[in-house]
């Protein structure tokens, strides 16, 4: 996740003269840049945190699991690279959806990498209970579904595509409400 600030570069180098006047423009043109790194980055703790509760309910790991944790892990190190050049190409529909497929490719990922264990009672600690293994389901399921829902408004407006993660709070809250609730 820190790499992902490494594409936040003021680019090209500002004569230091310059810099009291010039920096400050170069920041705020630099928007779509701090939005996809906050984006990446948020996204990116998400499967961090639901990977732990995913291995929680591990005692050990067979070969499926390591080869999906290989296949996950290559994603997330593109995420650096996608959102650097979704960041710099934000009106570029290519660039953007290159993104989102990124996104896409993780949320799936974790979701065979969670049916897998959910399904494999010889490898967890003891049977998942029925809401968790559903709540966390879902969850990859719906940044699956933003992550398409983003490829499909970029054909009209790139920019724009890049905001329907901000569906992942309301989600997550209703989410949150609703296996609470049962």
């Keep these: 996740m820190t790499l992902l600030v490494i594409g936040l570069a003021i680019s090209p180098a500002v004569p ?3 810099a009291a006047r010039v920096i400050p423009r170069v920041i ?3 928007w779509p840049e701090f939005i996809n790194f906050l984006t990446a980055f948020f996204i990116l703790g998400a499967f ?3 990977h732990h509760r995913q291995f929680h309910q591990l005692h050990s790991v067979d070969m499926r699991i390591v080869r ?13 690279f996608t959102t650097n050049v979704s960041g710099d190409y934000s009106g570029v529909q290519s660039a953007v959806a290159l993104f989102h497929l990124n996104l896409f490719v993780i949320a799936m990922l974790f ?3 969670w049916q897998y264990i959910i399904g494999s009672g010889h490898l967890t600690t003891g049977p998942v209970k029925r809401s968790e293994a559903n709540q966390l389901g879902i969850r990859f399921l719906a940044i699956a579904a933003i992550a398409l829902l983003g490829i499909a408004i ?3 407006d790139p920019g724009l595509s890049l905001a329907v993660y901000l569906l992942l709070l309301p989600l997550s809250f209703m989410g ?7």
């Design 48 to 50: 961090w945190v639901h």
């Design 111 to 113: 979701f065979a990498q």
């Design 176 to 182: 949150h409400w609703l296996f609470s609730r049962r």
């Design 28 to 30: 705020a043109a630099m």
């Design 68 to 80: 999906l944790t290989f296949l996950i892990l290559v994603s997330v190190v593109l995420v650096p």
């Design 154 to 156: 970029s054909f009209s």
């Design 16 to 18: 230091e003269a310059d």
